[in-house]
């Protein structure tokens, strides 16, 4: 049973290029989260999705990023033209549910983004 | 702003010590506290959690110590282990969202 799959694992990017981050969520899970990890910080809520919905962007950046997860493949997190200070560790996680607090989310190994 | 605190940045420690850990808190609505480990190049995975209503948690060498008047809590590791070193998170929620510490880089010396 493999866990959440997270495509590509490494992506450079030149300013001002676009980036597109895939999560496929674990196996019978229909909800994703998106996480940013910024250097020598911890995690920070990006967005919460289900399928074919948005349900909370309230941690998204008001530009240049949207994310989508559509009925059918994986979620995918888009950045147009990227800046040197979207460089990070972006980690989705899934859940066959709405997570309540005390439900378990499944990491990701992140995809590392970084901007020339 | 960050809602929850994380110290130490990192620590170093020999291989049979013990290892702690210390997070606060602000917002008194979170209802319950994991913490994550993580090791280079993976996400996190979920290693130990409690919920305020409790003052300790143990499992195996992991210990959470809960102090909801203060809004502190710490992870312990005993007897660390070289397979310890990795970089641990605190984190706390009362939804779907998590509000991460900043981490702390552990180091265990054979």
């Known amino acids: 049973n493999a866990g959440v799959m997270q495509n590509p694992r490494h992506l450079v990017r030149r300013r001002g290029q676009e980036a597109r981050l895939r999560c496929s969520p674990m196996k019978g899970h229909s909800h994703v989260y998106w996480y940013r990890q910024l250097p020598e910080e911890g995690l920070k809520f990006m967005v919460y999705l289900q399928k074919?919905?948005?349900i909370d962007e309230s941690g998204m950046p008001k530009e240049r990023f949207s994310a989508e997860f559509p009925k059918e493949g994986p979620s995918i997190l888009r950045?147009?033209?990227?800046?040197r200070g979207d460089s990070a560790a972006y980690f989705c996680a899934s859940s066959p549910r709405q997570l309540s607090s005390t439900d378990t989310q499944y990491f990701g190994p992140g995809?590392?983004?970084t901007v020339l | 702003q960050q809602q929850v605190k994380q110290s130490p940045q990192?620590?170093?420690?020999?291989?049979?010590g013990i290892s702690i850990i210390n997070c606060a808190y602000e917002?008194?609505?979170?209802?319950?506290?994991?913490?994550?480990?993580q090791f280079p190049g993976k996400g996190p995975a979920l290693l130990i959690a409690i919920r305020p209503d409790v003052s300790e948690k143990k499992e195996g060498r992991f210990t959470i110590s809960f102090n909801k008047s203060a809004k502190q809590f710490s992870l312990h590791i005993m007897d660390s282990q070289p397979g310890d070193s990795a970089t641990?998170?605190?984190a706390a929620t009362n939804d779907y969202k998590l509000s991460?510490?900043?981490g702390t880089t552990v180091t265990v010396r054979a």
């Open chain 1, 52 to 54: 074919e919905n948005i």
């Open chain 1, 79 to 83: 950045i147009q033209q990227v800046v």
């Open chain 1, 111 to 113: 995809t590392r983004l």
């Open chain 2, 10 to 16: 990192s620590l170093i420690v020999q291989k049979g």
């Open chain 2, 27 to 37: 917002n008194t609505a979170f209802d319950y506290f994991p913490w994550y480990q």
């Open chain 2, 88 to 90: 641990y998170f605190c």
């Open chain 2, 100 to 102: 991460f510490g900043a």
